[in-house]
């Protein structure tokens, strides 16, 4: 028969897990924003309210995989967006991260930081690594974890209750309602 209104907590979790799969694998499909990707996994844990915003974010995200799939560009608050832009600015999103990586990793947990995802501390360019590595394995939920909590430490991003879930509604991944002190939120905000 047709599938029940009601739901149980148990049965929306594990609808919720399958769906939080689901957007991460799209996410590194459609190339999102690394910032995007670490906000909203961090703000959605599975909380029944999160339904709303898992499904947007699955219904955008199934549009773009589309449209790029095809080869089409996509016009988002009256931006053009194409897979190789989306390409440059992913890259650009990356060398902002190596930038703050000194600003906000303070020095003694560098050494540990590298080591921990797999980096020779004698390699050089181990910033540039690391900028490289983070949100790479969509299959693998330890490394997204990983990724979430590095990224959100270099650019400052604290889930204080502060960030509200609204801003993810939009047709586009640039946040409408987002005062942070980060410049980096809206610098790489312009990405598909």
Known sequence: GAPSIMQS????????E???????ELWHECLVPLVHRT????????????????????????FIQE?????????????????????RALN???DMLVKQMYKMIPFEEREPLFQKWGIDVN???????????VWTDPKDM???RDSAELVAKLVGFVDDGQVPKEMFVGPSFT???LNRRSYTWRSSAHVV
């Open 175 to 177: 946040p409408k309602t």
């Open 92 to 94: 650009q999103e990356r």
């Open 39 to 62: 906000y909203f996994f961090l703000l959605f844990k599975g909380d029944p309210s999160d339904k709303l915003y898992i499904e947007v974010e699955l219904r955008r995200l199934s």
């Open 67 to 87: 449209r790029f799939s095809q080869g089409q560009r996509i016009v988002l608050d009256g931006q053009v967006f194409t897979r190789a832009l989306s390409i």
């Open 9 to 16: 907590p148990l049965n929306w979790h594990e609808e919720f």
């Open 123 to 133: 390699s050089k360019q181990r910033r540039i690594q690391l900028s490289r590595r």
């Open 18 to 24: 399958i769906q939080r799969v689901r957007i991460i």
């Open 142 to 144: 330890q490394h997204i």
